[in-house]
């Protein structure tokens, strides 16, 4: 599984707790984009021999662009590393099993 496919993973898993909430807030907001800390993923992350820690598969994206397909991307500020993805797209996850 590449770095990407785990971070959509934990993401995906994560989205189907807290997607409507989310969705909810930004679109009553009038926000076009929402930006998802990455720790928020961690208890969603699936370890793997390849990436024991979600930090590691962030780690290999971030250094090939970030880029998560055609959803949104990982950015890096400071110390801390998010998930910038359209409103539009969250929703799309939430429906994607």
Do not use: C, F, W
């Not at 707790?17 to 907001?29: I, K, N, P, Q």
Request: hydrophobic share 45%.
């Amino acid at each position: 599984m590449s770095a990407a496919e785990v971070v959509l993973k934990a993401l995906k898993a994560y989205l189907k707790v807290h997607g409507d909430r989310v969705a909810s807030l930004a679109e009553l907001t009038g926000q076009r984009e929402v930006v998802i800390e990455v720790r928020a993923l961690y208890r969603y992350h699936e370890p793997s021999a390849r990436y024991p820690r979600l930090e590691a598969a962030i780690h290999d994206l971030v250094g090939s662009g970030g880029r998560l397909a055609d959803i949104g991307e990982v950015i890096v500020n400071g110390r801390a590393a998010y998930v910038r993805l359209p409103v539009a797209k969250l929703r799309e996850l939430q429906r994607d099993p």
